[in-house]
């Protein structure tokens, strides 16, 4: 199918002379080429299919915004500058390109001279800015320990005078000085690895060739569709094949650049970083060192490719990391983890169930866990699979004859599309589960069914997800509301990853298009795209936060709704298989229960109070909050990110977690409901009984 592709797309793209079609040298990227690559993106993508002045406009939008994320080097003047240099670049070109002259190859009226030049202006920038920190770098230089400011470029506007742009950057380099003195280092060693720091950056700047811009502007091109379409260079599209062949190797982390650090974006089940049990979502690279005994390179502002370099390795070889954590109650914490380099473990990844004896509602109760981290396949079709695991589980929890089963999704960020649908099936009988929306409306939608008739779990089920539940996730957890099979809770709504991209390479030299060319609906007609699915009984979590979801990256896709596609023979009204739907008045007396649980419950109370605090402080970062250290406090920390969690330990954690025992709670209750009993008024809290529970 990929090779089909690729067949489709050369002709689209390139008219060369019949020697050059088939060689397999590698092709310089050119002005010529940008036209037809945004042409290339239109015909896959499944929103846009036409240039328009607001695509322009958001192309230009991102460039500035990836060549200045944070608004340190670039004055308003500047954007000015850069906007009209870019208005038209793609217009213009296409009129061109519309006009009929020459094939696509050399146009003479073809010119992309103004995106160099908004380069040239960021580039001097750049330099001018490296001059000021090494002026402010100087001897007469003191820590501000009482320095605040709003880092977040989003929170704040760009800076109008050069005046403006010098204060804000003297507030940062406090904060950036502080960073280093927390790790241990002297002031002058912490200026001269922040005078370094620009110093890489301004030499990054200055090495971009001609074919480096071109690729900055057309992956602002492909940003400006979607979040999730992008350009891969030369250089990048090697570095996406080289994970792909080593994606079961390394540290078992997804890794992102935000604010000049690099940030852990999810930790993958089975990996190196998962089994160390010290390292967690948004934690901060800041240094990277090949082994033990080798020295630390300082990575804050590198770019992420180059982070992703030093951390890469062979299978079995060290590496260590300096992290920074943001602490909920404020400030940070420094520590250093050593891992090595391993192929993820299945057997870590692999679903697994954990049996609770539960009393509630003068019943006790013998519940089920199923952790599922993610959806995993042996794409040979002969190894292990999620579906295989899960269909193993349900029998053994049948077999011990348990009341009602908990599917945990929750840490869960996805994976093979195929088992998605047959592990949503293992809980009906047969019917649709995900349609997947195609570019041309007349071709109506993809149709993904469930069409195994066994029903491995009819009983009572919860299942249980977050934010960061996302893709596959989303179609299991939307397909079970869908068909009222199951009860939502947890985070407020899961991630809202909803649309399908597809990878497909040019010819050599000029990287991969990488493309949205699809959206996903669950049986009810909802797209699960930007808004995710919403749970029935929420519950306070860390991650519902404003910077977590699709819906805060630019430009995400608007959800979409199509007509409902549920199919009768999942339901079963009679004999073993028989389950009975979740009924609206029921989810009523559930949530109302829950509600009074949580608020009663010292772990939900604190998050709570953490996630106010967090909030009223805002983007606020304060330089105190950097340095200053409650010594005992932080060597106990210390000592506990020194320990390597046994599995009893990390099973335990899991079990005691707060949004693992409220599922529980909410299970019963469902199952005392079923059995047409009252939900009775909890005697301890929660957080009181939650020991007795984890004991049993």
Known sequence: ??????????????????????????????????????????????????????????????????????????????????????????????????????????????NCSGIGEAYKIYSSRVKDRVAFVKTYLDKSFKLDKNTEFIFDPDQRKRPTTLAEANNFNKKYIQFQIANYIATDNTLEEAKKNVIKNYERMQKQVEEQDEQDVYSLYLDSFAHSLDPHSSYLSADQLEDFEISMRLSLEGIGATLSSKDGFTVIEQLIPGGAAERSGKLMPKDKIIAVSQGDGKEFVNVIDMRLRDVVRYIRGKKGTPVRLQIIRKLAKGGTKRFEVSLVRDKIKLEDE??????????????????????????????????????????????????????????????????????????????????????????????????????????????????????????ASEIVSGTLKDYERAVIVGGDHTFGKGSVQSVEPLPPGLGALKTTVGMFFTP????????????????????????IGEKTLDYSLPPKKIKSFRSDTAYVISGKDKWERIKDAEILKLK?????RVSQ????????????????????IKVADVLDKDDKKEEDEEEDMEKVLTKEEKLKKYRERADIQESLSVLADLITIKRKQPIMTIGKTGHEKKKENTNN
């Open 1 to 110: 199918m990929k090779i089909l592709i690729i067949l489709l797309l050369w002709p689209l793209l390139f008219t060369f002379h019949a020697q050059a079609q088939f060689s397999r040298n590698k092709i310089d990227l050119e002005c010529k080429h940008l036209y037809p690559i945004f042409q290339a993106y239109l015909s896959r993508h499944i929103t846009y299919s036409k240039l328009n002045n607001n695509i322009e406009s958001r192309t230009i939008e991102q460039f500035i915004k990836k060549m200045d994320p944070t608004k340190i080097y670039l004055l308003v003047s500047d954007v000015n500058k850069i906007e009209q240099k870019l208005k038209g670049q793609i217009t213009k070109n296409a009129m061109v390109q519309a006009s009929g002259k020459g094939g696509l190859g050399d146009i003479p009226n073809r």
């Open 350 to 471: 692999a679903a697994s169930i954990e049996y609770f004896e539960k009393e509630a509602n003068g019943q006790k109760f013998n519940l089920g866990i199923v952790n599922l981290p993610s959806f995993y396949a042996d794409n040979r079709g002969q190894g292990r699979s999620a579906t295989k695991d899960m269909a193993k589980l349900i029998k053994e929890a049948n077999e011990k004859k348990v009341d009602g089963l908990v599917l945990d999704l929750s840490i869960n960020g996805g994976g093979s599309l195929e088992d998605a649908v047959k592990i949503a099936g293992l809980f009906f009988k047969t019917g649709n589960v995900v349609k997947q929306s195609n570019r041309d409306p007349s071709r109506g939608e993809s149709e993904l069914a469930d069409l195994n008739p066994e029903v491995n779990w009819a009983g009572p089920l919860v299942v249980l997800i977050s934010r960061i539940s996302a893709s």
């Open 601 to 620: 419950n010292e772990d939900f109370k604190k998050l709570v109070e953490d996630i106010a605090k967090a909030k009223k402080k805002g983007k606020l």
């Open 524 to 547: 009810g007609g909802n797209s699960t795209q930007h808004r995710g699915v919403n749970s029935d009984i929420p519950l306070p979590s860390a991650y519902s936060t404003d910077d």
């Open 592 to 596: 109302a229960a829950s509600d009074k």
